[in-house]
């Protein structure tokens, strides 16, 4: 049973910095991309982020681009979300996902099968 976990979420104030981990069991990740979303409160959940199953490639929504970045340790079988200067504008829960197949659109919802339960980031002014 595959299982994506986050962890890292937190209150933070405006111009600090979080660091998002999402631990993925129940198989073997590597070869697949990986994504980040998130859900801001009244507001569908949007694209952030998404690395190629090798890391050499990485993929940005504009509104992050410049002040995140996603990293991932395949032998941990773990991506990462580390997110400075963060915005108010930032708040939200933040999902990481997976797609079963491996060639997929990294900036479409749907094109990803396995999300974790989410992890709540508070960004105050």
């Known amino acids: 049973q595959v299982q994506l976990v986050e962890s890292g979420g937190g209150l933070v104030q405006a111009g600090g910095s979080l660091r998002l981990s999402c631990a993925a069991s129940?198989?073997?990740?590597?070869?697949?991309?990986m994504g980040w979303f998130r859900q801001a409160p009244g507001k569908e959940r949007e694209f952030v982020a998404a690395i190629s199953w090798s890391g050499t490639s990485t993929y940005y929504a504009d509104s992050v681009k410049g002040r995140f970045t996603i990293s991932r340790d395949n032998a941990k079988n773990t991506v990462y979300l580390q997110m400075n200067s963060l915005k108010p504008e930032d708040t939200a829960i933040y999902y990481c996902?997976?797609?079963?197949?491996?060639?997929?659109?990294?900036?479409?919802?749907?094109?990803?099968?396995?999300w974790g339960p989410g992890t709540q980031v508070t960004v105050s002014s």
């Open positions: 129940g198989r073997t990740f590597s070869r697949y991309y």
């Open positions: 996902a997976a797609p079963s197949k491996i060639v997929i659109r990294y900036y479409a919802r749907d094109d990803y099968d396995y």
